[in-house]
């Protein structure tokens, strides 16, 4: 593994864990709406989160595969804790699902 590399997965996991934030804590905003009957105002923040969710992918994968794997796993880390940090501001939620 030479450093270029490293670098290269280490700012992966950082932009991952920063999209992943952005990405679920903007899905718990997506659903609370939807939850609130305002489906239509939800339609624009969907499509804006997963063109950016993609778009994101894309460019760490044409970065090569240790950029791509980082943003996974930045990507993966970062909904771990946003569903936590959710379970625990929602408790009623829980037992819904």
Do not use: W
């Amino acid at each position: 593994m030479t450093i270029s590399t490293i670098l290269s997965a280490l700012l992966g996991l950082l932009a991952g864990a920063a999209l992943g934030a952005l990405f679920f804590r903007s899905l718990a905003v997506t659903v609370d709406r939807c939850l609130d009957g305002g489906v239509r105002r939800v339609l624009p923040l969907y499509a804006l989160r997963v063109a950016g969710a993609v778009a994101a992918f894309t460019l760490a994968a044409l970065a090569g595969a240790a950029a791509l794997l980082g943003m996974l796993a930045g990507f993966h880390a970062a909904r771990v804790v946003i569903v936590r940090r959710e379970k625990a501001r929602n408790p009623s939620q829980e037992a819904r699902s």
